[in-house]
Each structure stands twice: as C-alpha cells, then as structure tokens.
C-alpha cells in the first residue's frame, strides 16, 4: 500500500523568503500525487498535482512542485512567501487498484507553514 | 456554485448518543469520502464510496456507518459515539477517475468539529 511522508511538521519562515515543504511517497508503479492546502478554519484545496507528464508542476498561488522518481520526492516550492500562506500544507498520493476499479487517496501527516513578518 | 455541504459545523454530544452528520455535493460526483483529521496524524480515511449503493472501508471504519442511497448524498452515522471520536470530520467528492487526462480532485466540505464528552 502507498504511503506518504512529510518529515516537516511545522516550517517558520519569513516573508519573502523561499520555502521548501518536503513530501516523500512509497513506491509504486503509477503515481499520482497532489498538494492541498488547508486555511485556517476551512476545509482544504487543490494546490497542484502530478498525473504525468512534465516533472515541474506549477500550482495556484506561485506554488509548484517536482516530482523526482529516483528518489520518490514530490517537493513543494515557493520563491517567496506571504503572510497569506500561513497555511497547513498537506501531501498526498492517490492509490488506485485498477483491477477491482477502486482508488483511495492517502494523505500525509501535514505541513504548518507559519510566515514571520 | 459547486460545492460540498456538511451540517452541521460544530456538534457537541454525550457518548453513546447517536448521531449523523450530513454531507451533500451538487456537482453529480461519483466519488465521495469521510476523513477525520487529528493533529499529527493528518488526515485518515473512514469510509468511502465509488458510487450509489457502493461503499467500503477506509482506514479507521471502526465506530462509524456510511450510506450511499442516491448520488449527492453521504451521510457519517456514528451509533454509539465514544471520546475517542472528538475530531474534526471532513467529507470530500470527485469525478470518477478516467485516466491520467482526468481533472480529478477532492473538493473538500468545511468540516464538522465534533466533541463527544
């Protein structure tokens, strides 16, 4: 079964500075991996995904992400940050039985990214 | 405006007091799912279902019931609450998956916070 990894529980950073939320998934034939972003006091939102295609995704909000096969990595970047992504960032991978026509989606443990003025 | 709808948003109860908790999508998903999210476990999946009268465990079924009676609607049962039940519940739906070219992703309802003393 998949499983997804994100070793960072909470990332302080300053405004305008450059971040980089770490995710790591468990290897699978076919990945299909996503970053969702939860505001405070809402439920959460698509912030990009990787289906195939070109490696560098580029999300909503001057977020993107690459996804590094070799080292089963689907990192999320942004240049500069906002005190409006004070957010929790969540990782996760869809995993889907092809045969029996099932998929499930299997969400990390969740990023705070907390924007320092 | 497409969106996913629970009721209600906050709910405290006594154990052993049966409740539901509705979740509604009115953009004739077939896929739909509970998760409840605790902090440092990120979010984890009860139940979910492919479609009308098709439903299936997630990864901590137990203490809850789903049903799938018509397309829109995915009620939580929970028929004998316990404490360990105190969370924060999000329901979720997206399009059947088709393929890599598919738009897929969840659209998150804005969560029930429930307490069960």
């Known amino acids: 079964a998949q499983s997804v990894t994100q070793l960072d529980s909470q990332v302080p950073v300053f405004e305008e500075a450059p971040v980089e939320l770490r995710c790591n998934y468990s290897s699978s034939v076919s990945v299909y991996l996503f970053w969702y972003v939860q505001y405070p006091n809402q439920g959460l939102q698509l912030l990009l995904k990787y289906l195939s295609g070109s490696t560098l995704v580029k999300g909503i909000n001057g977020f993107e992400a690459e996804f590094n096969k070799s080292q089963t990595s689907f990192h999320l970047r942004k240049p500069s940050v906002h005190i409006s992504d004070t957010a929790e960032y969540f990782c996760?991978?869809?995993?889907?039985?092809?045969?029996?026509?099932?998929?499930?989606?299997?969400f990390g443990t969740g990023t705070r990214l907390k924007v320092l003025a | 405006e497409a969106q996913v709808t629970q009721n209600p948003r906050y709910l405290i109860t006594v154990t052993g007091k049966k409740l539901t908790v509705t979740c509604s999508q009115n953009m004739n998903h077939e896929y739909m799912s509970w998760y409840r999210q605790d902090p440092g476990l990120g979010l984890r999946q009860i139940y979910y279902s492919m479609n009308v009268e098709v439903t299936d465990k997630g990864d901590v079924p137990e203490g809850y019931k789903v049903s799938r009676k018509e397309k829109r609607n995915f009620p939580l049962i929970l028929e004998s609450p316990s404490p360990n039940q105190t969370s924060l519940y999000f329901c979720a739906s997206s399009p059947r998956w088709t393929g890599p070219t598919t738009n897929e992703k969840l659209f998150f309802g804005s969560g029930t916070q429930l307490s069960v003393l």
């Open positions: 996760a991978v869809s995993d889907r039985l092809l045969a029996s026509g099932t998929y499930k989606y299997i």
